[in-house]
């Protein structure tokens, strides 16, 4: 009946919206609209009905009702009184149908606008139903008992209206039921994505991070506070707002603008997630570097409904990394200009042949620490010195790239009584970086023979497994405990062996050997038993397999 009257409102509002009293009355008109249109039948078909007092009186007492259901303030009873209107109309239907004495067939029928009403009202729906049924075979039966003419099949013969209006009320009780369940349901499920909705908006103008969100077609349908003042940073000066070609961004290093299309928020609508990319917005003073992240988001159905990007303003924490590095790389610059001389001095004063042999002997330690200083120095040059994005892929032998290194290793383990053997399997192809990868077994050399004893072997072995050009460097010092094992490969982390034996050292040396080996898609890893020995192994893709890799 709900739809019914939806229908009958033309969807201008939801039934339910109405007020109580335009509800009551709505519910009720359509009884009052039968009755009048029986009026009608009647004046055709019989006109001896209007004679009749009950038809009329009838009529007077659905229209009483109507104006009862206007009249009376419904809201101000308690909440079901209205009821009686629906209880009330079996009255005046029983009294038409008796009057007309059956020449209208079907009068009956109207019973079931009140079993409507009452049964979809949601009020105690068992109850209503039977009642219903109960009011509709009084009013069947009574006549036969007031005219005399009531016996097993007069009165058999009327249980038809009765019945379907028994199981009309309940299938309609059921979909009221069912009907307002799934109202309640919706209407929960509406509140809950309205707090979520609101939850949302509050967690994006409050975080640190500059939100904006786009349709398919990069139309904005979201930018928070934050990304509202990154964006003004981005417009050229003296300008309020700008179209995206205006907007002033460039690449985090560079003074060329980029060209829109190339640009976070087009490549994201384009459909490509992007991590943590860096871009400078404006010029000047104004100027904001910052990291952007984007990907798409997608509606219920699975499909990309729009791209979210998030834009964090790193001005300062990459202001100061530039700062460290500048000053680091300065300072380094300023250190190796007077070590280098103290170094060629301390060697001149080795050949010296006027010294006595203990003060030559000095000399050896004077330079040996001086060169000790220049490696600590090339160290933190090096950790100072961004890692190229783009590797040199210039083809290289690691076979022959370690064995220089064994050979540039000579004087220091004859230095410390060490034994250095190396062993290969012929031409290890490799791409890379060459400075680096020397350094990387410059290192692993020069740490096996700091942390081992006179006496002790170093053993390379250079070999092919599989895909990989395999370097095994193994000493027999003073080995790793388990617990450091991880941490050696951190910057300025060094393992606690080391540091209680006090051998001198950075930690940053095996830091950047891993950070080279992984720009070339390759590894570097440990092995090591405390007082025993320890085993770096290095790997690297062979030169064929790393274009199939690719
Ligand atoms: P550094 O040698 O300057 O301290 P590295 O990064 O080269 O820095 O090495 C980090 C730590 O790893 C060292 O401090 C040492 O504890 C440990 N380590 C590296 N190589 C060896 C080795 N061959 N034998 C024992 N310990 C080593």
Not at 338 to 362: F, I, N
Not at 392 to 418: M, N
Not at 449 to 462: D, Q
Not at 537 to 547: H, V
């Amino acid at each position: 009946m709900d739809v019914v009257l939806d229908v009958m409102l033309l969807g201008q509002r939801r039934f339910h919206e109405l007020g109580l009293r335009t509800q009551v009355v709505l519910r009720q008109l359509p009884l009052n609209l039968t009755m009048i249109f029986v009026c009608g039948i009647s004046a055709l078909a019989d006109r001896a009905d209007f004679a009749d007092a009950g038809f009329v009186i009838s009529q007077l007492l659905a229209l009483a009702l109507l104006t009862a259901c206007a009249a009376v303030p419904w809201e101000r009873l308690p909440r079901w009184s209205f009821l009686a209107i629906p209880v009330l109309d079996f009255y005046p239907i029983g009294l038409l149908r008796f009057s007309d004495g059956d020449l209208l067939p079907g009068l009956g029928l109207l019973a079931v606008f009140p079993i409507l009403w009452l049964a979809g009202a949601g009020y105690r729906p068992r109850t209503a139903v039977a009642f219903g049924a109960i009011a509709t075979l009084l009013m069947v039966w009574t006549p036969h008992f007031m005219d005399g003419t009531a016996n097993i099949h007069s009165l058999a013969s009327e249980l038809l209206t009765p019945f379907i209006m028994f199981v009309l009320g309940v299938a309609t009780s059921i979909s009221a039921l069912s009907g307002r369940t799934q109202r309640k349901r919706i209407e929960e499920l509406l509140d809950r994505s309205e707090t979520r909705q609101q939850l949302l908006e509050t967690i994006v103008d409050t975080v640190d991070v500059g939100v904006v969100v786009v349709d398919t077609v990069g139309d904005i349908v979201l930018m928070n506070a934050q990304q509202r003042e990154i964006h003004q940073s981005a417009l050229p000066e003296g300008l309020e707002a700008a179209r995206e070609p205006e907007l002033l961004v460039y690449a985090d290093s560079s003074d060329e603008l980029i060209e829109p299309k190339l640009r976070p928020a087009a490549r994201a609508v384009a459909g490509e997630v992007i991590s943590h990319e860096l871009y400078r917005l404006g010029r000047g003073q104004r100027a904001r570097t910052v990291s952007v992240s984007a990907g798409p988001f997608r509606d219920a159905g699975g499909e990309v409904a729009g791209t979210v990007l998030a834009f964090s303003d790193v001005t300062e924490v990459v202001a100061a990394i530039r700062a460290r590095d500048t000053f680091l790389a300065a300072m380094s610059h300023e250190f190796r200009t007077p070590l280098t001389s103290l170094l060629g001095y301390a060697e001149l004063l080795h050949e010296d042949a006027s010294l006595s042999p203990a003060a030559r002997a000095d000399t050896l330690v004077m330079a040996r620490n001086a060169r000790h200083l220049n490696k600590m120095v090339d160290d933190i040059l090096a950790a100072a010195t961004p890692g190229a994005a783009e590797l040199p892929r210039t083809p290289l032998d690691l076979a022959e790239l370690t064995r220089d290194a064994v050979d540039s290793s000579t004087p220091d383990a004859a230095r410390r009584d060490i034994t250095v053997t190396f062993t290969d399997d012929g031409v290890l192809p490799v791409l890379g970086d060459r400075t680096g990868l020397v350094r990387v077994l410059d290192n692993l050399v020069s740490n096996a023979l700091k942390y081992s004893g006179g006496g002790s072997t170093v053993t390379l072995r250079a070999k092919r497994d599989g895909q990989w050009a395999v370097l095994t460097v193994a000493d027999q010092g003073i080995g790793i405990p388990p617990e450091d094992l991880k941490r050696i490969f951190t910057r300025f982390q060094r393992g606690s062996s080391a540091l209680r034996s006090g051998i001198p050292g950075t930690g940053l040396g095996l830091a950047l050997a891993r950070e080279v080996a992984v720009r070339h898609r390759g590894e570097l890893e440990c092995v090591s038993e405390l007082g025993v020995g320890s085993t770096f192994t290095l790997r690297l893709p062979l030169r064929g397999e790393l274009g199939a890799r690719s």
